[in-house]
């Protein structure tokens, strides 16, 4: 076969991958996009966090859309981590195994990030500075308090700026 047409069969078979749900891919293939959607999360709440420093708060334009970012990708994490996607997967991946092994802790932080993450939600519809500020905390105290156990401290060191 020429090269064109083992690209043009490749460029197939990406477009069947992408139509597979994403629960139905096999574990390895669902870790990227998981970080890849765990990067947008943070990019999300950081635009927000830059508003606040910038003094003046563009609400329309950069603190609703991405309050509604970070609430959407909340509502999904928990569904992110299906068995089998941790290290042994033997893809690069910061979760940790103790996901696995203490499901209802990760699910309660799951939870609570859905919550600060509604309630930022509507904070930023409402327009609220003082409760922004605020909530941007409280969900950040969310992250971390998951973070710190379920992810490994490789992360801060290979990100390190
Ligand atoms: C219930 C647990 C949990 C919560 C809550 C959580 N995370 Fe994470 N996060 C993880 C885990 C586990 C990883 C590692 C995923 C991997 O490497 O496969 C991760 C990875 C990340 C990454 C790195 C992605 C990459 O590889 O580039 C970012 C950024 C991130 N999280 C942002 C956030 C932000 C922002 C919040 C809060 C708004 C948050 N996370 C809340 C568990 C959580």
Redesign the pocket.
Known sequence: MSASGICRLAAAALVLSCSVSFADAPPAAQ?KP??DK??D??GA?KAITDEIKKGRIDWDNAVIPNAQT?KDR?GY??NW?PKG?GPEAHVK????PV?WQKPDD?TR??K??QAD?AKLNQIAQAKDEAGLKAQVQT??K??K???DT??SPD?EKD?EE
């Open positions: 870790i998981r970080q765990l990067r999360m943070g709440l970070v909340s994490l928990l981590f996607t991946t910061y979760a940790l996901i990760f932080l799951g609570q990030l993450a969900i950040g969310t992250c308090a998951c973070h379920y992810r992360y990100n």
